[in-house]
């Protein structure tokens, strides 16, 4: 059995160490209401952003765009991880580098090796050193302070890349911000744009319904032909869009401002699951805290007991030997 001494010395160092979590899990509530305010003033806009031009992609059939081109022959990927600058936020940083590890490790298993991952956190980008995979750069102020500008430049590189050829797809990954206690991982594609996905809603979502997609016009398209109208196009599911200035000048404004806000909202989203990971980390930390000071102060006061009751034995048993 443990000594007084060293039940004393253990004691302290948890009151020591539970002080601590006790401030840290303060200190991440206080951070995840500002980043949670900010999530929720900003993805609305983008998801809005995001269905009105992907409805208007799908629906008006004179509508062309490259960034929303797959490519049947993918040579080059790019990765936007987003995690932490520092630890001590349970599993939020092991399941992003476990999840671009899989993503990793499914393109090589399709013979694409090309692989660049653009690190927004020092702990992606230790992860990315230590694997000796090709990075297409190091933000870590990002990570601790949201910038829309420096997510803008990630983005207008990223599109650049896309147009010129040098890169073939461009995925994300990072945590959707649902609650205080739940983080969903997202793998996300940023191009070519998705027109199949609409954010909240299935792709096998009721055709019927005035949300345009792709797997919409398709099926319009085919129902035209088995009606024997061989020659005429889908008509669009939204035919009321009036476009001002013009076709090109609405496009090339509209898309890199949507690609610019999916990158900052993803940021904001990683933020705030990550301050919401590290709340709960540190309240179980400081509930373990708890948990194991009731057991040593337990176990010290029946080590006192003990004591007591050893030298009261040593008492009686001298003077009956007296």
Not at 197 to 215: F, I, Q
């Amino acid at each position: 059995m443990a000594s007084l001494k060293e039940i004393k010395t253990r004691i302290a160092s948890v009151n020591s160490t539970r002080k601590i979590t006790s401030a840290m899990k303060m200190v991440a509530s206080s951070k995840l209401h500002a980043a949670q305010v900010a999530i929720e003033n900003m993805l609305p806009y983008e998801n809005e952003l995001e269905h009105i031009l992907k409805s208007f992609l799908v629906s008006a059939p004179d509508v062309h765009s490259q960034l929303s081109l797959e490519r049947p022959d993918v040579k080059c990927v790019a990765l936007v991880v987003y995690t932490s600058n520092s630890s001590l936020c349970g599993g939020f940083n092991s399941n992003a580098l476990k999840m671009m590890q899989q993503a990793i490790d499914g393109y090589k298993s399709r013979g694409i090796t090309d692989i660049i991952v653009y690190s927004i956190g020092r702990k992606v980008s230790e992860k990315v050193r230590k694997l000796g995979i090709k990075s297409g750069g190091d933000f870590y102020s990002l990570a601790d302070k949201a910038n829309a500008a420096d997510c803008a430049a990630i983005a207008t590189e990223l599109t650049q890349k896309f147009m010129s050829g040098q890169i073939d797809k461009v995925e994300m990954i990072y945590h959707h911000f649902k609650s205080a206690g739940s983080q969903i991982l997202q793998r996300k594609t940023f191009l070519p744009i998705d027109l199949d996905e609409e954010l909240g809603s299935d792709n096998d979502r009721d055709l019927t319904s005035n949300v345009a997609t792709r797997k919409a016009q398709e099926y319009l398209k085919k129902k035209g032909r088995e009606d024997g109208h061989h020659e005429i196009e889908a008509k669009p599911l939204n035919d009321n869009f009036i476009v001002e200035p013009d076709l090109k000048t609405v496009l090339t404004t509209l898309i890199p401002r949507l690609l610019n806000l999916m990158v900052y909202t993803a940021l904001l989203d990683s933020q705030a699951s990550e301050h919401a990971a590290r709340m709960v980390a540190m309240q179980t930390a400081t509930d373990n805290a708890d948990e194991l000071l009731r057991e040593l102060n337990l176990q010290f006061n029946k080590s006192r007991q003990q004591a007591i009751t050893n030298e009261l034995l040593d008492i009686v048993g001298g003077s009956v030997n007296n």
